[in-house]
């Protein structure tokens, strides 16, 4: 009885190796390397559209913040600048109620 279970104990480890090297020698053929290097090019494609909707969606947003301050009648000439304040000096760069300085 002993015998009979390492028998299928010996029969399924070794079918499971027979199974990975045959999977391990398929993906160094020809078609294996094609179909690896398509999963790969997916995976980039995929990064490349991931990250084009993040630039899109940014720029959307920037374009607000300064449609936003055109309808204020502020300058909003710099992204580190505050809707309103001239960059170079600090200051406000256009008056609503007197014009641009």
């Known amino acids: ?5 390492w028998l299928g104990v010996g029969l399924a480890v070794g079918a499971l190796v027979v199974r990975k090297v045959t999977q391990k020698a398929h993906s160094y ?7 690896s290097l398509s999963e790969s090019a997916g995976g980039l494609v995929e990064s490349v559209r ?5 630039v899109r ?3 959307a947003e920037r374009e607000q913040e ?3 301050a055109f309808a204020e009648g502020v300058a909003f000439d710099q992204h580190d600048a505050e809707p309103g304040q001239d960059p ?3 200051e406000q760069g ?8």
């Open 50 to 54: 991931s990250f084009v909707d993040d």
């Open 88 to 90: 170079r000096s600090g």
């Open 29 to 35: 053929t020809p078609a294996g390397m094609a179909a």
């Open 1 to 5: 009885m002993k015998r009979l279970l």
């Open 57 to 59: 969606d940014g720029m």
């Open 94 to 101: 256009i008056n609503p109620q007197k014009g641009v300085r």
């Open 66 to 68: 300064i449609h936003a």
